[in-house]
């Protein structure tokens, strides 16, 4: 139904009248009704007319005890509706209503009325309306994929940002929650078998998708592609894997160094949006991969030229400087630990150390701050920023002896097993000392270990004066960069911005459960680890959204507020013994409210539907 404006003039004046009118089907087409004249209504703006005539409507199916008391206007209309309705039983020219028995006024017990099929509906509603935000279904449809296709690939995005959970599992965490009202799709059929082909149709797609993705994310919030912060981490596996190439077992980032795994490497900008990411062999040394990065990078987004790259100390080496600089661009790095400590003097000199001014953290602006001092010393076609962190150094220290104390409880293990007679071969005696040293790389330097044959001893020396050197350059850490147009405060902000590849590698790991992997094909482990990327994409520019409206929170607080907003089915027994059904989303919360303004999403998840079962 809805409201029309209708104007007569008579002896040169104009009089206006509004017409209830409702659109019905003929075997002519569709035809408009009128169902009767409303008068002038007083003057009202256009906005309302619609709202007016949802209420009228609403009522006129069943829903007239649920009127507001002092809603007379919509009362009286109703009831002169009805009483046309009385005097012509088909009240749309002989027509029965679509909606509604005609007859006598219906009426509504309210010691009966129920509600059924409950359904969560806030997370998903966000997430689906960040997906049309980035474009994504757009994105999706350039590269040839069916409508079928993607739905799930949003449904299964979903489920990662949401409830993060299993291909056999996600069925049923559809239907738990409104993804079937908001995408009007029925899913009580859905099984486990078409999200594994969605994987499958989505993987030789992934570059297209990851570069369109970006592109339309830079024009939406206006980001910065001048600077590109590059890290590393590991995701392990259940299972063999017997029949993906890539499952090796390497440095376990995860602590899990029982299971093979695969190395993720990933690129995100200044403000954490991802850029692009690669699946490496779980055994693939870090410094090996820059290049293929780069490579990636200028693929999919093109490099500009003087575009910064920021690594960490992991591939700070001097072949990887050499790459980026053959690419003609900029780069900031954390030197390694030779490098620091030959630099252990200009530590120790503490003129010239200027106070970084901390900036509240995205997240927590509450969060107290360490204090930071730098000084830059230039030296050749490197500048050299040294960084002091008071904080820091307890830290160093903290880490230091926990791993001190735990080669020390292993040393004497392995004495024991030495002098008991249990370890008697020279090789396998060597063998376990490395296994020893491999296992505690950060103090494995201050401790000589070996092996006396003549007395069946292990022999442990410490190295006091390696161990003091450390000490004084606990809370200390070396930043080199080429780049000659920026002050050590400058420098030494863009390289903590690695910290958002940080958040980057946590966040895709929990709460959007990266690990583990139960997949055992190559191909099925990049598609798990892309739709992961995705799910990310969403969570960052949901943040994002917040972040510029001074919100600092993040999206695990959003979900679990959100949650409490949910879609159910009203319904409402009749004195005639039919049933009114009313599918429609709950009110929201004041605080579910203020999250839909910040976001500038509607608080309407869904038009509202109405059923009529008759008497049986």
Request: hydrophobic content about 35%; overall charge positive; proline content about 5%.
């Amino acid at each position: 139904m809805y409201i029309r404006k209708s104007t007569r003039s008579y002896k040169g004046r104009t009089y206006t009248n509004y017409l209830l009118v409702e659109s019905v089907h003929t075997p002519k087409g569709p035809r408009q009704n009128t169902i009767c004249s409303l008068g002038d209504l007083s003057p009202r703006p256009r906005r309302e007319w619609l709202k007016l005539a949802c209420k009228i409507e609403d009522a006129l199916v069943g829903q007239g005890d649920l009127l507001d008391a002092d809603d007379a206007e919509v009362a009286d209309i109703v009831r002169r509706v009805r009483a046309r309705r009385a005097t012509d039983p088909g009240g749309n020219d002989g027509r029965p209503s679509p909606q509604a028995p005609a007859g006598a006024l219906i009426k509504v017990d309210p010691t009966r009325v129920v509600t059924e099929r409950h359904r969560e509906a806030g997370p998903v509603h966000v997430g689906h309306q960040f997906w049309q935000r980035l474009g994504l279904d757009d994105i999706l449809r350039d590269c040839k994929l069916s409508a079928a296709v993607r739905r799930l690939a949003c449904v299964m995005t979903l489920n990662r940002l949401i409830a993060p959970c299993s291909e056999h599992a996600m069925p049923d965490w559809v239907r738990r929650t409104a993804l079937a009202d908001i995408l009007d799709v029925d899913f009580e059929a859905l099984e486990e078998d078409p999200l594994y082909l969605v994987l499958d149709k989505l993987h030789p797609h992934r570059s297209a998708i990851e570069a369109a993705l970006v592109a339309r994310e830079r024009s939406l919030f206006n980001l910065d592609a001048t600077i590109y912060l590059y890290d590393l981490t590991s995701t392990y596996f259940e299972g063999q894997c017997v029949r993906n190439a890539k499952a090796k077992r390497g440095y376990s980032r995860d602590h899990r160094p029982d299971c093979k795994q695969v190395v993720v490497g990933l690129v995100v900008n200044r403000e954490g949006f991802p850029i692009t990411h690669e699946v490496f062999a779980g055994n693939t040394q870090d410094h090996t991969t820059l290049a293929t990065m780069l490579d990636r990078l200028a693929e999919r987004t093109g490099l500009k030229e003087g575009s910064t790259v920021v690594v960490d100390r992991g591939m700070a080496f001097d072949d990887n400087i050499a790459e980026i600089k053959q690419r003609r661009l900029n780069y900031v790095v954390a030197s390694r630990q030779p490098e620091r400590d030959r630099w252990l003097g200009n530590f120790e000199d503490t003129e010239g150390f200027i106070p970084v001014l901390r900036q509240p953290s995205p997240l927590n602006g509450a969060q107290k701050k360490t204090s930071i001092e730098v000084k830059t010393c230039a030296q050749g076609d490197h500048t050299y920023v040294l960084c002091r962190s008071e904080q820091r150094i307890a830290k160093d220290r903290a880490i230091r002896t926990k791993q001190e104390g735990r080669m020390r409880a292993d040393i004497d293990k392995l004495a024991r097993r030495v002098a008991d007679g249990k370890l008697v071969k020279a090789d396998k005696i060597n063998q376990a000392i490395g296994r020893l040293q491999e296992r505690y790389p950060r103090v494995a330097r201050y401790f000589q270990i070996s092996h006396d044959p003549q007395t069946a001893t292990l022999v442990c020396k410490f190295d006091a004066t390696k161990h003091a050197k450390a000490e004084q350059l606990d809370g200390c850490y070396l930043i080199k960069t080429d780049r000659k147009d920026l002050s050590g405060d400058e420098l030494w902000r863009i390289y903590v911005l690695l910290t958002r590849a940080e958040t980057a590698f946590r966040d895709m790991k929990s709460p959007l459960a990266e690990r583990p992997i139960f997949h055992h094909t190559e191909h099925r482990t990049e598609a798990h680890i892309f739709l992961c990327v995705l799910a990310y994409h969403l969570l960052i520019a949901i943040e994002k959204t917040l972040l510029d409206q001074a919100i600092h929170t993040s999206w695990p607080t959003v979900r679990d507020t959100l949650k409490t907003h949910q879609v159910c089915t009203i319904v409402l027994p009749t004195n005639d013994g039919s049933w009114l059904r009313i599918r429609k989303a709950a009110t929201p919360e004041h605080d579910v409210q203020d999250i839909y303004r910040r976001l500038d999403i509607s608080a309407q998840i869904i038009k509202p539907r109405h059923s009529w079962t008759p008497p049986t």
